[in-house]
Structures are given as C-alpha cells and as structure tokens.
C-alpha cells in the first residue's frame, strides 16, 4: 500500500477559501465553480509544498499556453 506524503483539503477549507476569493473580488458577480477549482488548486500546491514535494508543471504555469503568452 502506497503512503501519500500529504493530504487533500477539506470541503470546508477549500470553500471557506474559495469565499475569501470571491470577497478578493470584491463581490462581483463571477463563477463559483471557478473560485472552487482556484481554491482546491491553491490549496493542494500549498500541501505538496509543505510536504517538500515539487508542484507539477500544470501549477508552475509551465503549460505550453501559459509558454506562449509571456512570449
């Protein structure tokens, strides 16, 4: 059986900090989902890097879309 070194977020955690995205906003109107998915993957980089694991090229912004627009 394989260990995770860390963790996923908790319900909780992840929309308590999706709500403190969405009062970032300044309660303008947006996507909820978006601010789901902007939480979990913030929330799951932080994890990895208290657990000294390297985020994937997906949360470096290494993308080759993201490559191109800082071009």
Do not use: N
Not at 21 to 45: C, K, N, P, T
Request: charged share 25%; with cysteine.
């Amino acid at each position: 059986m394989t260990t995770i070194p860390y963790a996923r977020p908790r319900r909780k955690t992840i929309s308590d900090c999706a709500y403190f995205i969405y009062l970032h906003r300044d309660q303008s109107q947006g996507d909820a989902v978006s601010d789901w998915f902007q939480a979990e993957h913030q929330l799951m980089a932080d994890l990895k890097q208290d657990a000294g694991i390297a985020p994937d090229a997906s949360m470096r912004g290494d993308r080759p879309a993201d490559t191109a627009q800082r071009a």
